[in-house]
T-cell receptor, first 112, second 108 residues
Framework: DSGVTQTPKHLITATGQRVTLRCSPR?????VYWYQQSLDQGLQFLIQ???????AKGNILERFSAQQFPDLHSELNLSSLELGDSALYFC???????????FGSGTRLTVV | GIQVEQSPPDLILQEGANSTLRCNFS?????LQWFHQNPWGQLINLFY???GTKQNGRLSATTVATERYSLLYISSSQTTDSGVYFC??????????FGKGTRLSVIA
């Protein structure tokens, strides 16, 4: 157990729907990062939050949004889902002071 | 941003063999990590190694920051070592950037 908790582990939904992925960071970590891994692709950075505020944005679609709550957990909202959104979505956390990231076990999203 | 290149892209080994995976990065990094993604998709942190050498059992890693590369050594490989090995780096306050990975298959 890495200490980063992601729920749900698996999600199957239809095109056009909206889903919410949840991440609880490791105790003491203030930064949360979201990554997307499509089939046979590397990990692409989506967005980072630090202590409740957006810190950096990557290749995140406008249909996707995220937030970090006062208790530091984070949610990634994916709307108007398309088949191409099927992927593994990883959350990672760090203290935000420049050291290593710890990854959760991911949420596998399948859009049918 | 930083570019991370990994080689080789694919590697097939007989059980018991040794291997070296390489990661080159385009600019200075202050964070360099190696991960193993197992066949179930889990991303396991192997090493946080912005510089120097570390060892953990049959695995070891060396980063030469001044020459912008890192190496991951796997000795006496086992079938459970199969999966994809990712190198990822970051410079300054930028988020971690991943390479495309090395897909390792260890055959009994």
């Amino acid at each position: 157990d890495s200490g980063v908790t992601q729920t749900p582990k698996h999600l199957i939904t239809a095109t056009g729907q909206r889903v919410t992925l949840r991440c609880s960071p490791r105790s003491g970590d203030l930064s949360v990062y979201w990554y997307q891994q499509s089939l046979d692709q590397g990990l692409q950075f989506l967005i980072q939050y630090y202590n409740g505020e957006e810190r950096a944005k990557g290749n995140i679609l406008e249909r996707f949004s995220a937030q970090q709550f006062p208790d530091l957990h984070s949610e990634l909202n994916l709307s108007s889902l398309e088949l191409g959104d099927s992927a593994l979505y990883f959350c990672a956390s760090s203290t935000g002071q420049g050291e290593g990231y710890t990854f959760g076990s991911g949420t596998r999203l399948t859009v049918v | 941003g930083i570019q991370v290149e990994q080689s080789p892209p694919d590697l097939i080994l007989q059980e018991g063999a040794n291997s070296t995976l390489r990661c080159n990065f385009s600019d200075s990094v202050n964070n360099l990590q190696w991960f193993h993604q197992n066949p179930w998709g889990q991303l396991i942190n192997l090493f946080y190694i912005p510089s120097g050498t570390k060892q953990n059992g049959r695995l070891s890693a060396t980063t030469v920051a001044t020459e912008r590369y890192s190496l991951l050594y796997i000795s006496s490989s086992q079938t459970t070592d199969s999966g994809v090995y990712f190198c990822a780096g970051r410079g300054g306050n930028t988020p971690l950037v991943f390479g495309k990975g090395t897909r390792l298959s260890v055959i009994a």
